[in-house]
């Protein structure tokens, strides 16, 4: 049964059909809603000073995140290659967003070539610094990596909405529900530096202040 699934998953008809659904449903869910975008001004900044960025957020969050960077500035997000990840990049295809096959692990010299081009050329690139495969919301060496070399800032993004679903998934993903009160916030940006230890405990740190301030928003 599950070779069959796989065999049908990577059927690239099934994964548009997927991809749309998809679609469809994140744009009920952001039109349906009431959203806040709360330090909108950090990025529009940077926007407007044509100055590249890394926008960071865990892969749980990946669901409305699509909504949140719609610029005028080109947005490219790494997606891994796996048939999950096909479907992820159709999908995020409809909002306009473009897509980088791979990963930046030590087998990912072509995406990682191809992301400090596309920063080069003063576009914005999103990473979900704990995906495709975790651990969950941990930051890996590949967006390190990345902001040292390119020399370029990394921001966090973080949603959160009511009502919402947490699905027992490795990455915790958020299910957003139509007719919901929702929020994006921007962190603080982080700077690269040599020292990559302490990179990624600045990093961290920003990451996970940015995504407890989004679920702070409906504590009360």
Known sequence: MKTILGKILRNPITQNVLAFIAFTYIKFVFMTSRWEFKNREIFEAYINQNKPFIVSFWHGHLLMLACALQWKVSVHMLISNHRDGKIISKTINHFGIQTIAGSTNKK?????????????????????????????????????????????????????????????????????????????????????????????????????????????????
């Open 108 to 220: 990912g010299f072509e995406a990682a070539r191809q992301i400090l081009q596309v920063l080069k050329q003063g576009h914005v690139i999103g990473i979900t610094p704990d995906g495709p495969r975790g651990p969950t919301e941990k930051i890996s060496n590949g967006v390190l990596e990345l902001a040292r070399l390119a020399q370029v800032d990394v921001i966090p993004l973080a949603y959160s909405c009511k009502p919402m679903k947490r699905l027992h998934t490795w990455d915790k993903f958020r299910f957003a529900k139509p007719f919901s009160k929702g929020v994006f916030v921007v962190g603080a940006p982080v700077a690269p530096i040599d020292d990559l230890e302490q990179l990624r405990t600045t990093l961290q740190q920003a990451m996970d202040k940015t995504a407890t301030a989004a679920d702070a928003f409906f504590a009360n």
